[in-house]
């Protein structure tokens, strides 16, 4: 895989098509905009999470959750670049998502060409807008990682012994799992398409070798991050939670909703497009079948109907989860491009020309500036370059930043690290995610440990957040909750005592934009 298939001959066409990449970027990442949003509730967690790891504390014991590393890790890169700043966590959802659009337009463009390949990119592109709620999630930054794998796929089918490119492709699923298990469905198909094909061929020799270097690529990030924690004293802590855990929470339904009409309807028109090449493939399977480029189209066949069942096993509804269905639309977007047009227009050979880039540029700048896009941004840079304020808070941030003294404990009561983030004031305790509502022996535990630091390290303030389905602090809100039947089934064992001591031990002090404020007893705002 040579890098000038990724960089055009001409470098006028190569700017146009960077410049169009970039602006593709922005338009979708203007939902991430610091300036101008504020950070989902699961982006607040790895952005808190990642500044306790700055801090010097330790993942799975001074800060939990139940996500692989690898997303905390990166926040705290991020914040250390951005220098605490949730713009240096933009920078780089900018780079990977920059990355990924390359990798899918050099992959798209290897199969079908160029005007197929700009179509694909717009597609899953179109469908990521749907389904990124904000930004920083697991499943948007190894998005880079399937359309490499897939890349791959298209190298080890002519050279299958090709070290570098077999260690590859297990580095890139060793580091999709490091974000989420989930993850890992487009580089395990590759692998597997890929072995299957050299034991039918008897090619055991290229099939020994393949792998053994895909194991030791796969080996090698999660080898350093288990060796990383267990120096720490904290590998059984760190497979625990992101392993053994999620086991009962990826269990634990919430929902009877299908998985596919739930991802149809987030991915809207670009799942339908998607759906549209997969009958394709069928519609061709004759001429798929000897292709040069049949084991893609098999992984195609098997993929995307996994990529349904399994994206959200729990059936949560969360829209994030269906990013992992994207690789699978620009793949069959494409191809369904390339069908349609095959078949209106004989084949010839196309004279290179910078007309098709111009017009694509052109649709990202229209898009861009006709949707608002640009002025939030021109918004944020002017926050960032005039104003004290160079993130955008939230209201109950400000109020509890400018209401308690730096060092002072605060609680947001129903699971929002994010708010102790932006309020610059850190949580009382490492049991982040109470009231879990999970049945487990893990979230017994850590319920236990979350009473024990809410008396040892008594927060200053208590904020409740007010989710629906989270128990209220205010008994008579959580009686209508009961009514209303938003009320857990399976609460904490020891959520009655919590309640207690928190109505014993804190009075009301403010309502901050439907958010109540409780302060502790004995305390007063500076």
Not at 3 to 27: C, G, K, M
Not at 415 to 430: Q, W
Not at 511 to 524: A, K, Q
């Amino acid at each position: 895989m040579k890098i000038t298939t990724l960089i055009p001959a001409n470098p006028w066409r190569f700017i146009l098509l960077a410049s169009t990449f970039a602006f593709l970027s922005l338009i979708v990442l203007t939902q991430a905009n610091p300036g101008t949003e504020l950070p989902s509730r699961d982006s607040g967690f790895f952005m808190y999470i990642g500044k306790q790891i700055v801090k010097g504390q330790m993942l799975y014991r001074d800060v939990w959750d139940h996500k692989p590393p690898a997303i905390y890790y990166l926040n705290a890169f991020a914040l250390r670049l951005g220098r605490g700043l949730r713009w240096g966590i933009w920078l780089v959802e900018f780079v990977f998502l920059f990355a990924a659009i390359t990798a899918s337009f050099s992959l798209l463009k290897k199969l079908w060409g160029f005007a197929p390949a700009l179509f694909g990119v717009f597609v899953w592109l179109w469908g990521l807008d749907f389904t990124l709620e904000g930004g920083n999630f697991t499943e948007e930054y190894p998005l880079v990682f399937h359309f490499l794998a897939l890349l791959l796929l298209l190298e080890l089918t002519r050279r299958p012994e090709h070290r570098f490119f077999n260690w590859t492709l297990g580095l890139l699923l060793s580091m999709s799992f490091l974000f989420r298990p989930n993850n890992i469905l487009v580089e395990v198909l590759v692998i597997l398409v890929l072995l299957t094909s050299l034991l039918f061929q008897k090619n055991l020799r290229a099939f020994w070798a393949s792998a053994f270097w895909i194991a030791l690529g796969v080996l090698i990030p999660i080898g350093v991050t288990s060796a990383y924690f267990a120096w720490h004293g904290l590998f059984n802590a760190m497979f625990e939670a992101s392993i053994l855990y999620n086991l009962t929470y990826g269990g634990t339904a919430l929902t009877t909703a299908s998985p596919l009409q739930v991802g149809f309807g987030f991915l809207n028109l670009a799942a339908w497009i998607g759906l549209t090449g997969y009958l394709l493939l069928f519609a061709k399977y004759k001429d798929i079948f000897k292709s040069p480029q049949r084991l893609l189209f098999i992984l195609l066949m098997i993929g995307a109907p996994l990529a349904v069942a399994l994206s959200d096993p729990a059936r949560r509804n969360y829209a994030h989860y269906f990013m992992n269905w994207l690789p699978f639309i620009a793949l069959l977007s494409a191809f369904a491009f390339h069908v349609v047009i095959e078949k209106l227009f004989k084949p010839k050979e196309a004279q290179p020309s910078s007309l098709p880039l111009l017009t694509a540029l052109g649709m990202a700048l229209v898009v861009f500036i006709a949707t608002g896009r640009a002025a939030a941004y021109v918004k944020a840079f002017d926050r960032l370059l005039t104003s004290s304020e160079r993130d955008l808070r939230s209201p109950i941030a400000i109020y509890v930043d400018n209401h308690t003294n730096p060092g002072e404990y605060v609680l947001f009561w129903a699971t929002h690290p994010g708010e102790n983030f932006m309020s610059r004031r850190d949580a009382p305790t490492s049991a982040l995610f109470y009231p879990m509502m999970v049945d487990s022996e893990v979230s017994n535990r850590l319920d236990a440990v979350f009473f024990e630091d809410l008396q040892r390290n008594r927060p200053v303030l208590i904020v409740d957040m007010g989710r629906l389905t989270i128990p209220s602090l205010d008994p008579a809100r959580r009686e209508e909750q009961k009514s209303l039947g938003v009320y857990p089934a399976n609460p904490p064992d020891n959520l009655d005592e919590v309640l207690k001591y928190i109505e014993e031990n804190y009075y009301l002090e403010a309502v901050i934009t439907g958010n109540t404020v409780y302060r502790l007893d004995g305390t007063s705002r500076p």
